[in-house]
């Protein structure tokens, strides 16, 4: 998968598999309920909403993408929906991250849960 923020590839950040991709309907004003009891939505859009885990980073690299996630304005991506990639404006954020691993040179960073620094990308 290629990831790209604002024009900067943080693909490396990715593992090669396990991002999930759900979509958020945008509804109309004319959503109602007609006389029989029926709901009628007016759905105008979808939106993509991305969350993958990212591979345990140095803290170099974790302050890069926590820059890039506050500043992000487009996100550069690969939509299954339409297996092509795509860009959009997005907003994208991080799960909270704790030190894991700490030596004289490097740090890595994670979740309480064990699971990763996780990113969400959500359109705007």
């Not at 979808?46 to 996100?75: F, H, R, W």
């Not at 991506?77 to 990639?85: E, L």
């Not at 860009?87 to 991250?97: C, D, F, P």
């Amino acid at each position: 998968m290629i990831l790209k923020i604002d024009g900067v590839d943080y693909s490396s950040y990715l593992p090669k598999r396990g991002y999930s991709v759900t979509y958020k309907p945008i509804m109309g004003a004319n959503s109602c309920y007609t006389l029989d009891g029926k709901y009628h939505e007016d759905i105008l859009a979808y939106k993509a909403i991305i969350t993958t885990e990212l591979l345990p980073m140095t803290a170099t690299q974790l302050s890069a993408i926590i820059n890039a996630c506050q500043n992000c304005k487009v996100v550069e991506y690969f939509d299954a929906k339409t297996n092509a990639y795509v860009v959009k404006e997005t907003k994208a954020t991080l799960s909270t991250a704790t030190l894991v691993f700490n030596t004289s040179s490097k740090q890595f960073w994670n979740d309480s849960l064990q699971k990763g620094v996780i990113l969400t990308i959500e359109e705007v």
